[in-house]
């Protein structure tokens, strides 16, 4: 018997379930159907003695449908049919490889037994989407683990191996070489020595896995490390009653609290950044048959911090990259940052000493541009200077092979105006990584105003092996990133040359949620980067005498950041923690003076508005453009590459979540304090606030026209 995505064949006794729908195997509706039928069949049939249920494909289940959250809840229904094969009066036996998350390691729980092969991991991740386990592993899993080991699982969000599963009491055995005959065979090994089902559901929870000591230590862990959220402290309060409540009422426990959690707007707006970052990856309007080229070779041009971090993220993807350096002090410098950025994975235990050599083969230095001649891909990442750019991607045109994507890696230029230096301009695109590039998962993929199709897709292609999140967009000053900082952090510079600390207006940036304070950000990239940028840019500003001055006074007085020790904060040497500085206050304060800026209070309020409503303003603003494709697009930028917190969705999901005429009406309020040079609303904020509607409605309206 078969439905599309699972089937049930019987091997002398023993029944055989196999889930198989691709690519990962998710309990889609379709699923739930085949397994109910499956237990039905099996039920019917007397010769059976043993079940084993595993996968076809790469992984055991992957997890639940997520797709399914926006409607009708479906927890009764997972409740039913895992409850269902935990009722057999045989032995079930799960068969697990790859990874096996949420409802797939639920499925598991409910099984009798549980064996994996060599490599598989298995984890709880719901919170981490402003949600809790829902299909009973709030329940399962601490009547085998216990209260404590299980809500450690669940707050950590990421998971375990077959190694620690199996030491945790999840896994009765590792299965090296064949899953699928091992897992017979140990069927056959249980009806062989009388072994019967092993309900879960069954079992006690240890109580002493739950003091009072225990459950308040995790709260608070929960709390630190999830702040301004709920879910965790919900799965903690699901988790603990296990102790108190026999299975079936457990599992209607969770129920409960699972469906209030993804009421909230902390899970609303997780599952959207999850869901915007899956559709960043689509391009509208490419044509038909458009196919991406193949990159089997890659070349990079410049090794400083950002030249090698990308370095690093092609040999990461196996992909033989040659970094191209004018001289041989700065090459071997470059090498220097390149092993360092391996050497620290050794040393943290994420890759063995026999990858990093690996690895670090594929990397080779130049410089001899001729040496870049049979890449596929050519990224520029040398300094934010027009003149330079140009002058490299003219020798680009002269020894790049035919069909060679000519990326430049820059953060504000015009690449158009790059783009119209060589003479092939529809293969020149906006590559901008984020710092550090080996770690930071964005990926601003600009298109000129000539760029071609296949150009586009072979970018999109290439940032899977990469590891990248990418999101399209058109040509302006900043993209899309860089051009929404650029009213963020005026105001925060504004407000510390009106009197605020630097603590103070990160320390309100940080607990509303962002991942470092503006100022902070500022020190560790360094000052001078954000003054060169201004300066170079000068008449693209307003007229204003206090813009980005705080910039100013701090680099004039030598203060460069981290890298200098002194900045906004002050720094101990091999020390990144921030230090309040008397002297940073007085040179803001002289500056201050000087401009004839009144110093006042600030409270927390005004500090979040003035930083968060120039943002949401702007991001409203290049919607309405076109420069982003989608507001979702907007929200992945600032969630994978500015620190803007997932659980708020994003600065186009959070200014929906405030509400537009809230908004407006803040704006409007500054407007009036500061005038229209920096508080101008968005012509599409006015209309859908008069209009009373969302952004998301407009969006969709728009793309669905």
Not at 164 to 172: E, F, K, M, S, Y
Not at 289 to 296: A, C, D, N, Q
Not at 307 to 336: Q, S
Request: hydrophobic share 40%; proline share 5%; glycine share 10%.
């Amino acid at each position: 018997m078969s439905n599309e995505t699972v089937s049930v064949s019987f091997e002398d006794g023993i029944a055989v379930v196999v889930i198989d729908n691709p690519p990962v195997n998710t309990i889609t509706a379709s699923v739930r159907a085949g397994l109910d039928d499956a237990v039905a069949r099996i039920e019917a049939r007397p010769d059976v003695r043993a079940v084993v249920v595993r996968c076809a494909g790469s992984t055991f289940v992957s997890g639940a449908d997520i797709s399914e959250f926006d409607g009708p809840p479906r927890e009764a229904e997972y409740r039913r049919l895992f409850n269902r094969y935990e009722a057999l009066a045989l032995p079930v036996v799960a068969a697990m490889h790859g990874t096996v998350l949420g409802g797939g390691l639920e499925l598991a729980l409910a099984c009798h037994y549980r064996i994996a092969a060599s490599g598989t991991r298995v984890g709880l991740p719901e919170v981490t989407l402003g949600i809790i386990p829902g299909a009973g592993g709030t329940q399962r899993m601490p009547r085998l683990i216990g209260v404590e080991k299980t809500i450690e699982l669940v707050l950590s969000g990421r998971p375990i191996d077959a190694a620690q599963a199996h030491a945790l009491g999840l896994l009765d055995r590792i299965v090296e070489g064949d899953l699928a005959a091992g897992a017979v065979a140990f069927a056959r090994e249980l009806v062989a020595a009388g072994q019967g089902p092993r309900r879960t559901g069954e079992r006690r929870v240890d109580p002493a896995t739950a003091t009072h000591e225990i459950v308040a230590r995790l709260t608070e862990q929960a709390k630190a490390q999830y702040p301004n959220r709920q879910a965790a402290l919900t799965a903690i309060d699901a988790i603990t009653a296990s102790v108190r409540l026999p299975l079936e009422q457990g599992l209607e426990y969770e129920t409960e609290r699972a469906n209030e959690a993804k009421g909230t707007t902390e899970a609303k707006a997780s599952i959207h950044v999850f869901f915007a970052e899956r559709e960043s990856r689509k391009v509208p309007g490419l044509p038909p048959g458009t196919k991406p080229r193949t990159v089997e070779r890659a070349g990079i041009v410049g090794c400083g911090t950002m030249g090698a971090g990308i370095a690093v993220c092609f040999a990461n993807a196996g992909i033989p990259v040659t970094v191209l350096e004018v001289g041989r002090e700065a090459l071997d410098r470059g090498f220097g940052v390149i092993d360092g950025l391996y050497e620290s994975r050794v040393k943290r235990g994420r890759i063995t000493a026999e990858e990093k050599a690996k690895r670090l083969e594929l990397i080779r230095g130049t410089l001899d541009y001729e040496d870049l001649r049979h890449a596929d891909v050519i990224v520029e990442a040398v300094l934010e200077r027009m003149d330079l750019k140009k002058q490299v991607f003219t020798k680009l045109d002269e020894i790049a092979k035919p069909g060679a994507v000519l990326a430049t890696n820059t953060s504000t230029l015009d690449i158009d105006e790059i783009a119209f230096a060589v003479s092939r301009p529809e293969d020149v695109i906006g590559m901008h990584f984020f710092s550090p590039a080996n770690v930071m998962p964005l990926l601003e993929v600009v298109r000129t105003s000539r760029t071609s199709a296949e150009t586009i897709a072979t970018v999109m292609a290439l940032s899977r092996p990469l590891r990248k999140t990418p999101v399209l967009a058109k040509v302006c000053y900043g993209f899309i990133g860089n051009r929404m900082m650029e009213g963020y952090a005026r105001e925060a510079e504004r407000i510390v040359l009106e009197g605020a600390t630097p603590r103070q207006v990160d320390s309100v940036l940080e607990r509303w949620g962002m991942a470092m304070g503006i100022l902070a950000v500022f020190d560790m990239a360094g000052i001078d980067v954000g003054v060169n940028v201004h300066k170079s840019n000068a008449d693209r500003y307003p007229p204003d005498p206090t813009y980005y001055q705080a910039d100013f006074a701090l680099h004039e007085a030598g203060r460069l950041g981290q890298k200098t020790g002194k900045g906004y904060y002050r720094y101990e040497p091999g020390d990144r923690a921030r230090h309040d500085d008397p002297e940073a206050l007085e040179i803001l304060r002289a500056r201050a003076r000087e401009l004839g800026i009144e110093q006042r209070e600030h409270d927390e309020r005004e500090i979040l508005e003035r930083c968060l409503f120039p943002l949401l303003n702007e991001g409203i603003r290049i919607l309405e453009e076109g420069v982003a494709l989608r507001a979702s697009d907007i929200d992945v930028v600032w969630t994978s590459g500015y620190g803007f917190p997932r659980y708020r969705g994003g600065p186009m999901f959070h200014a929906d979540t405030i509400g537009l005429e809230t908004l407006l009406e803040g704006i409007l309020k500054y407007r009036a304090r500061f005038g229209p040079m920096h508080w101008e609303p968005a012509p599409l904020l006015v209309k859908l606030a008069e209009e009373g509607k969302t952004i998301a409605e407009w969006d969709r309206e728009r793309l669905n026209a």
